[in-house]
């Protein structure tokens, strides 16, 4: 396990750790990820980094019952019981597949955890007081968001082993792109500031979360011969939309758990990457923070993503003869420029 140092405060935890930021061969690591440091920021008054995705705390007892089963609990006792969903505003905004978000992202909020399942590490919060406290002035927020994990298609598998450059040019060849951190927080918590997608309690009846973890070999995992078999070896991935109380406020499925998601990182610290909403294992699993230990070019056993849009540009993105972008671009790029969002 990694040893863990946590800060209190409103910005930063930090996490040291020896294992998940295995580059591929010919890759070169920065510094900062080799030494397997995980920062992670974001509003929340204590912040709880998990480090290495591939080594979270051991949960207390596997999960025995299938999917199937799962998502028929989950069905069964949590419909109904969190936020309305937030109908959009403006007819046409969006295509089919994608939800129109319009809503007040707040930078700064303060959620207080009533109970731990891990009260040693404190990375899993099975309960959180009603009512958050948003200390910051908020800031508009118009998007488009894909329903599902990419390739966006009720019932697809989410596909991952992809890097941050990778998913942004999947994203532009669609004329979409990733989403913002903030955009993506707005999208899962709604108004009300959820810390889950589906309430203020922990459930894993509601999304594809908490399975056991597996032990990840790396050597495996980063051999061109035997990655795919090493990963098809842990994943745990469900289907997309398999959890029917899996969706935010505004509808998004599957924000929580099943796979990590690229976001751009918009405090650009230390790379324009971060990821967010954790994956099936025993880890955060939550609207708010993110993960910002890999680097562009990391790709992983458990990452995926999804896209975002402005409304009612995608016919003008795809006419872009600069909507593809180069596979990789300077290291000191712009985070602005990556999420192609005009003065947000």
Known sequence: MPRQTRWVGRFTALVLGGGALAALPGWTTPPVAAAGMALSTGGEQVLEAEGAEGEPPKPSAP???????????????????????????????????????????????EQKC??????ETKLRCAEFAPEPKCTGKTVA??????????????????????????????????????????????????????????????SAEACNIDKPHLDVNETALGNPRTRDAEAARLDQRVPSGSFESCVSPYGVHDMAGNVDEWVVNESGTPYQSGSKGGYWGPVRTRCRPMTVAHYEMFSFYQLGFRCCANPGSLEDERDDEDSVAPAAPAADAKVQEALELPGS
């Open 141 to 202: 927020k118009h998007f488009c968001m894909d329903k599902y994990e990419y390739p966006n298609k009720a019932g697809a598998i989410p596909v991952v082993m992809k890097t941050w450059f990778e998913s942004r040019d999947a994203c532009k060849a669609q004329g979409k792109r990733l989403c913002g951190s903030s955009e993506w927080t707005l999208a899962c918590e709604g108004q009300e500031h959820l810390p889950y997608p589906y309430g203020f309690s922990r």
């Open 114 to 119: 009533l109970q731990w399942l891990d009260p």
């Open 63 to 109: 999960e025995s019952r299938s999917v199937a089963e799962r998502a028929v609990t989950a069905s069964a006792g949590l419909k109904g019981s969190v936020t309305p969903r937030i109908e959009p505003t403006t007819a046409g905004a969006c295509p089919a597949d994608m939800i129109e978000v319009v809503g007040e992202y707040c930078p700064s909020l």
